[in-house]
């Protein structure tokens, strides 16, 4: 199921404005990696070329390639709906459908690409949410709103509702910034259990949790005020932060600016 990435090149622009230059990485199956780096420098807007999700935005554009294995996600006959089905997401804020129930939102992506029986997409719901770690959380109450679970508990629901669709990669960006600690701690331990299916790829502000969750970790930073980001460096994570190979990420991961 999980793929490879390959970026070459790229660069992604908001009009005339290049928010990030050059990046050729490749991101490995299997493996949970981190990007890190200050503000500003590009991490979101990267993840978000991965999927195709950057060219929503008017007048947003990519230059370079995405590969997908053998894909090219950006080639002439690519639909870029499919592709963001194959490469989920997970955003900052849990944004579960509010009116939906928690089944519903499980099985919302589902019922958009297929037909499915009831009792398939009962299993898939299930098999969705165990794999997300909240079946026993919610089993006896799959059928009340979304809205109603508490912080941590709804971002798990927009995990499980990801990888109901069987997806090969998974892109994460910032998943535990609105949560408290706890659940903070939930979604890290579903991550790693997440990566022997997965390609996963998790923006994070905190050190500690790249860290902890992550194989391979890239460093992004800017050169400057309206300079595009750049990738500096991507090595395993603990060498990353260990003995970095730049003063850059040293400084970073030191806390010295960012
Ligand atoms: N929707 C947008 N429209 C215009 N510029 C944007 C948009 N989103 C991000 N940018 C710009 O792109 C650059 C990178 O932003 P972003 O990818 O959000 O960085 P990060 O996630 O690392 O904080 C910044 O200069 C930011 O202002
Ligand atoms: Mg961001």
């Not at 060219?55 to 997908?68: D, N, S």
């Not at 109450?141 to 990669?169: D, E, F, M, T």
């Not at 997965?198 to 050190?207: A, D, E, F, R, S």
Request: with cysteine; charged share 25%; hydrophobic share 35%.
């Amino acid at each position: 199921m999980a793929k490879q990435i390959e970026v070459s090149g790229l660069d992604a622009y908001y009009g005339a404005h290049k928010a990030i230059e050059d990046i050729t990485m490749t991101i490995e199956p299997r493996t949970v990696t981190a990007f890190i780096g200050p503000s500003g420098c590009g991490k979101s807007t990267f993840l978000r070329t991965l999927n195709r999700m950057h060219e929503v935005i008017p007048g947003a554009r990519v230059e370079g390639k995405v590969r997908l294995e053998e894909q090219d996600l950006y080639g002439p006959d690519v639909d870029p709906v499919s592709v963001r089905r194959t490469i989920g997401m997970v955003f900052q804020r849990p944004n579960p459908f509010p009116t939906m129930s928690i089944y519903d939102n499980v099985a919302a992506g589902l019922r958009l690409n297929g037909r499915f029986s009831r009792s398939e997409l009962d299993g898939i719901v299930e098999s969705s949410l165990k794999g997300a770690n909240l079946w026993n959380e919610v089993k006896d109450r799959l059928h009340k709103p979304g809205s109603g679970l508490s912080g941590g508990q709804q971002q798990r629901l927009c995990i499980a509702r990801a990888i109901a669709v069987r997806p090969q990669v998974l892109l994460m960006d910032e998943p535990c910034s609105a949560l408290d600690p706890i659940s903070t701690l939930a979604i890290e331990d579903l991550i790693s259990s997440l990566k022997t299916d997965y390609t996963i790829v998790i923006v994070t502000h905190n050190m500690q949790q790249a860290a902890r969750v992550s194989d391979k970790t890239a460093f992004f930073n800017l050169a400057g005020q309206g300079q595009p980001g750049k990738l500096i460096e991507m090595d395993d994570t603990s060498r990353i932060f260990t003995n970095p190979g730049m003063k850059a990420t040293e400084d970073y991961i030191t806390g010295r600016f960012g």
